[in-house]
């Protein structure tokens, strides 16, 4: 039987000391159920989050999100599952029957990327 499947991804700043996840700071939302095309989300409050400098990497990197999770999900959910460096970092992935009740919260407000 299939699996959901979920990533998520938190914004890291250059001089962050923090060692912590931050949900707060989660930019971006991978998720595949069953059934459904996999979609890349992204935090409406993004903006805020990110460093001014990071704008155009973030606006460069939603559009090639975007384009890959319909050429290869597989692929992208596999390396977004990795990222451990960076101004973007794996905050968690993993799969189920069911998508977590807190990222389902996400999903709702976040929008398609």
Same mark, same amino acid.
């Given at each position: 039987? &299939?699996?959901a499947r979920y990533c998520a991804l938190e914004y890291r700043s250059p001089d962050s000391d923090c060692a912590l996840? /931050? $949900?707060?700071?989660i930019v971006i939302l991978l998720l595949a159920v069953p059934g459904k095309p996999p979609l890349v989300l992204v935090n409406p409050q993004w903006r805020?989050?990110?460093? $001014? %400098?990071? =704008? %155009?990497y973030f606006e460069e990197l939603f559009r090639d999100f975007a384009e890959r999770v319909?050429?290869? &999900? /597989? &692929? @992208?959910? &596999?390396q977004a599952s990795e990222l451990s460096v960076? $101004? @973007?970092?794996? =905050?968690? %992935?993993?799969?189920g029957p069911e998508i977590p009740r807190w990222l389902r919260d @996400?999903?709702?407000?976040?929008m398609a990327g």
């Open positions: 039987m &299939a699996q996840p /931050e $949900p707060g700071k805020r989050i990110c460093r $001014p %400098a990071d =704008h %155009a319909r050429v290869d &999900a /597989e &692929a @992208l959910f &596999a960076g $101004p @973007l970092i794996t =905050h968690c %992935a993993g799969g @996400l999903r709702d407000r976040f």
